[in-house]
DNA sequence: ATTTAAAACGCAACATTGTTGCAATTATTT
DNA sequence: AAATAATTGCAACAATGTTGCGTTTTAAAT
């Protein structure tokens, strides 16, 4: 069964086309990256598919300061009840790639008078392919 | 002595107001806020004040999925040669602010095959004052 | 103190990124 | 097949960020 019926959302031709391209990478991309994957294109449409996918627990925003604001795919844990990512980014220097990577234990934080509810890691240095 | 002068930047009345609205919070603020706070001001001179003070290590940008784009002051630490922090960010889910959080140990983090060089945290929950 | 040179400012014009309303189309349900 | 609901595509707009350039301000040199 298809990723966008089981998310509750109609899988029209064009919604299927995006995330083709997301599955096309292993790594996170940028609207602009988007844009140029897919052939003819509506902006307006793709902003909302968009929207409708971080809604719908399918993308999520990666964010690194100084860059171009890029998505990605979530696991399967993520629903419109919210996302749950045991992962972190990470940006490598070499290849200039950002990478979602899974983490057996996410680092735990302790914050004296602060209830820490949830954790996000974005690190850099060096990736797999590039070491 | 001046922290403009210290960053080796003219400190003129412009960048001065700037940097006060920074020391009147003690938590990330988006330009918006900036804008509302200084009184008659150019646009374009406050972009291009924002980004001379993250080049010479004055500001950062705080950036959380789905939200506006906020900046906060550096420590002493950052300049030209880059940035240097020991803190993460926090957004309290009660005020909805940010907050740069100094911390004693940033935790370390081991990925199989990769060379971790630097490590960035948000952080979401309650903060010590809603607590 | 005056002159000079560099840096910063302010305006206009533009580029990029993201949103809203609405009519036409497409997918699902009856 | 018809009715219904979701999605699309267009136009228009709003928000965010950038570039060029002449004027003003600042710091340095005389
Ligand atoms: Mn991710
Ligand atoms: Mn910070
Ligand atoms: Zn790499
Ligand atoms: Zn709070």
Redesign the interface.
């Known amino acids: 069964m298809d990723l966008l019926t089981q998310k509750n959302i109609r899988a029209t031709t064009f919604r299927k086309e995006v995330l083709a391209v997301f599955l096309e990478h292993d790594y996170a991309i940028s609207i602009n990256t988007i844009e140029k994957s897919i052939g003819k294109h509506d902006r307006i449409t793709l902003y909302r598919t968009i929207k409708t996918f971080?809604e719908k627990g399918i993308l999520?925003?990666v964010?690194?300061?100084?860059e171009e604001k890029k998505l990605a795919m979530c696991q399967s844990e993520c629903s419109s009840d919210g996302h749950q990512h045991d992962h972190?980014h990470?940006k490598c220097?070499a290849c200039e790639e950002v990478y979602c990577?899974e983490?057996d234990r996410v680092?735990?934080?302790q914050?004296e008078?602060?209830?820490?509810?949830?954790?996000?890691?974005?690190?850099?240095?060096?990736?797999?392919k590039c070491?």
Chains 1, 2 share one sequence.
């Open positions: 971080i999520h925003e964010l690194i300061p100084n972190i990470f220097e990577k983490v680092p735990q934080l914050l008078g602060f209830k820490v509810k949830s954790i996000e890691i974005n690190a850099s240095g060096i990736c797999e070491g």
